[in-house]
């Protein structure tokens, strides 16, 4: 789950095979930070970053090569993520890309400009839907604006969109245009039918009762290796049958799937060493099949291979965009290990069993050996489909509950996404308008990143893989609530544990209070500042947004008392304050027992009242109030990034030598150039 995704290894073999020369004379060569442009395009609630590549010059030759393979692999499925986020999204994006590239008229006009931006934000999302908020976009140009434009395209745009003119119009422009059709592509909301009501494309002609009767039919629940079902599949009826169709070759999504496998191929012929050749051949094998035990063969090799240098995500892994929290969206980066930052994870997870033992959870829910717990800081070098333009900070897999208790899982804090992050934050204005006092913020000047960084470490490293299911509780006992549940889990094992003087004791913190840091930021975020991220009179959908009000709000609740969490109002502003840092902690301790306690038992009802209690729902007046203070900033509430674009340098007999980077590609041109290269799906699927 974007679990914050981590992977961790920990040892590594830069040279494992292959030629062993560095190539310190190549044209890979990483900009200072002071040198280097972090800001790339600014639009509606975006800001789009650049994010550097330190240290991947140091790669060997074969490694670049193999890089390069995977970051070619980690493109291609492209248009499947926006097929997952909706049936009409390919078709859209093609018809909006059309109009703009083939626009002749006032591109200074408020109607171009507004339709400019409504592409950026559809590029941003991967359809149509915020990203994070889940609802759809509204136009900001007219719909006389955009029928005129389709009417003026050539013969040969049509071929892109699969629909002449007229079906064109009539297709598309009631989905864009009119706010009840497919109003939310993911919808949460108790008490309803999440899957007629959301708009995302994993099912079609079902209802959610059906979905819950289909795959309760497969489950066995004396299985102690389940597979994960409807993984890797579209849920359909027709006729009054229903069946999954696969993604796999010769499947659905056949011809993006079969690109991403050529590269892979390619890959597999460079990589570092036999363990790593087999973790990419056994993925090859699962896409050709989509048989979802090879899925998990794949899994157990790739959480195993701890030795290799490079490493990447390619496949059908996150859940977070199927209302039932079944179905799979496609995602992919290729990272290297950071070897200095990668100290700190080595550190925490040579100490996992400490970790486990001394959780507040009860006994019986925690494992009494902690294995293969792998993690490591990371350099991403591609970020794609549901990694891209939006990336997580830190990865946690495999998602396995079997796996993870036999195998163990790899853990990564993705630390030039990090660094892009703190780097464009500079100077904004943000910290003084929100935080109380200049304690607070000279705490957050000293040891933020720092502490940032460290939270990543243990969610990802420790929080996802500590504690355990009990014999015969359904992984999918908490439905739509389990991903919420599951991120306040691991959020709250790291909060607790940065707090711990151990966390001194292992010289990964210098002072005994650089934790008030990470304390301060996340209550800040999680009782007022997240809420900027929110449509004034929209409730909480996105599963990391319920969890971190989850916990913000249950120990502000619990302190109501003692005031070791309050609101205080200054000049007609609301500020958190923390007085009790000792007490929060406690309170942050009972909570992650009782978080624990409902994953491990499958309370459903738990989960279920404790999201809906304190996740869901915003005080209106505070919500109107934290916006109004955050327009004044002109700050983008969220992030995305371009990727850098590799062109890899052949010699005269066509033997790969080197690898070039480029970081000055702009927002518009590459995803026009990623539409152009990378569009391997028909617009309907």
Known sequence: MKKILIFVMTTICLCACGDKKSSDNSKLKTPAIADFNYKADAFADMEILRYRVPEIEKLTVQQKELLYYLNEAALQGRDILYDQNGKYNLCIRRTLEAVYINFDGDKNSEEFKAFETYLKRVWVSNGIHHHYGNHKFTPEFSQDFFINEIKKLPETAFAKTGLQADALISTIVPI?????????????????????????????????????DFYNKMKNPNDETPVSYGLNSKLIKENGKIFEKIYKVDGLYSE????????????????ENEQQKSVIEKLVSYYKSGDLREFDEYSVLWVVDTSSHIDFINGFIETYGDPMGMKASWEANVNFKNLEASKRTEIISGNAQWFEDNSPT?????????????????NV??????????????????????????HGSKSVTIENITEAYDQA??????????????VELDLMNKYKFQTDNLHTDLHECLGHGSGKLLPGVDPDALQAYGAAIEEARADLFGLYFIADPKIVELGLLTNNDAFKAEYYLYFMNGLLTQQTRIELGKNIEEAHMRNRQLIARWVFEKSADDKAVELKKRDGKTFVVINDYKKVRQRIGELLAEIQRIKST????AARNIIETYAVKLDPVLHKEIIERYAKLNI????????????PIFDENNKFIDLEIDYTENFVEQHLRYSRDYSNLPSFN
């Open 636 to 647: 983008a509430p969220y992030k995305g990034f371009v990727n850098p674009v590799y062109t």
């Open 256 to 271: 993006a799937i079969k690109k991403t496998v050529y590269w892979l191929e390619k890959a597999a012929a460079v990589a």
């Open 425 to 438: 934050s500079h100077g904004n204005g943000f910290a003084e308008e929100f935080v109380w006092s200049n």
């Open 362 to 378: 009860d006994k019986q829910f925690k494992k009494e050996k902690v294995k293969g717990i792998a993690a490591k800081v990371i």
């Open 381 to 406: 070098s591609i970020l794609g489909g549901d990694s891209y333009p939006s990336t997580p900070i830190g990865i946690n897999l495999p998602n396995s509950n079997w796996i993870r208790a036999a």
């Open 602 to 605: 499958g309370d459903f009802a």
């Open 176 to 212: 864009i245009f009119n706010p009840e059709i497919a109003a939310t592509r993911l919808n949460q909301a108790s008490g309803v039918d999440l899957i007629t009501t959301s708009a995302s494309n994993y099912y079609e002609n079902i209802s959610q009762k059906e979905v819950e």
